[in-house]
T-cell receptor
Framework: LAKTTQPISMDSYEGQEVNITCSHN???????ITWYQQFPSQGPRFIIQ???TKVTNEVASLFIPADRKSSTLSLPRVSLSDTAVYYC?????????????FGDGTTLTVKP | NAGVTQTPKFRVLKTGQSMTLLCAQD?????MYWYRQDPGMGLRLIHY???????AKGEVPDGYNVSRLKKQNFLLGLESAAPSQTSVYFC?????????FGPGTRLTVL
């Protein structure tokens, strides 16, 4: 079971780039890394997913080093609306469904 | 597409009462999950299903039962509610690596 470790909280200001790192030392060969965003009173929402190197989409980038023991979610030029909890998950839904855990996430607070 | 829907949105129970939470998805997903989220904490997996007619235990299954009689529905039951089950319950379904979550059910057990 791949456990993850993230900072409990982070503060930033509007327009800055935010990097949130997740440690997952016992990641398995077939595990993917997925990040979710959760606003208060809502269910989590998928942000980005990757296996190795770098992945970029319209909202974020995900950096994964060669040893895959950590990953970094990068949010460019954050705004107040990016204030949320961010979760890192490690697992492979097709081979170990139900065995990846959300952890407590990172609470990002963006200030004006 | 409605995505993932949950019924009811809010519920208050007395200790010892029973209830069923309904989750429905219209995306033809095989995998479905039930989570609970306590204040200030992450989501913990209660039960999950990898297909119609199958269920399995997650991280915190005690006090809950589930059924997946139809592919689109995943039911979570509390046979005898306890105050420790006061929480927000989220249902999700999975396409590949992406989980789609419902809006949640806020349950209070007095």
């Amino acid at each position: 079971l791949a456990k993850t470790t993230q900072p409990i909280s982070m503060d930033s200001y509007e327009g800055q780039e935010v990097n949130i790192t997740c440690s997952h030392n016992n990641i398995a060969t077939n595990d993917y890394i997925t990040w979710y965003q959760q606003f208060p009173s809502q269910g989590p929402r998928f942000i980005i997913q990757g296996y190795k190197t770098k992945v970029t989409n319209e909202v974020a980038s995900l950096f994964i080093p060669a040893d895959r023991k950590s990953s970094t979610l990068s949010l460019p030029r954050v705004s107040l609306s990016d204030t949320a909890v961010y979760y890192c998950l490690v697992g492979s839904p097709s081979t170990n469904a139900g065995k990846s855990t959300f952890g407590d996430g990172t609470t990002l607070t963006v200030k004006p | 597409n409605a995505g993932v829907t949950q019924t009811p949105k809010f519920r208050v129970l007395k200790t010892g009462q029973s209830m069923t939470l309904l989750c429905a998805q219209d995306m033809n997903h095989e995998y479905m999950y039930w989570y609970r989220q306590d204040p200030g904490m992450g989501l913990r997996l209660i039960h999950y299903s990898v297909g119609e007619g199958t269920t399995a235990k997650g991280e915190v299954p005690d006090g809950y039962n589930v059924s997946r009689l139809k592919k689109q529905n995943f039911l979570l039951g509390l046979e005898s509610a306890a105050p420790s089950q006061t929480s927000v319950y989220f249902c999700a379904s999975t396409r590949g690596y992406e989980q789609f979550f419902g809006p949640g059910t806020r349950l209070t057990v007095l």
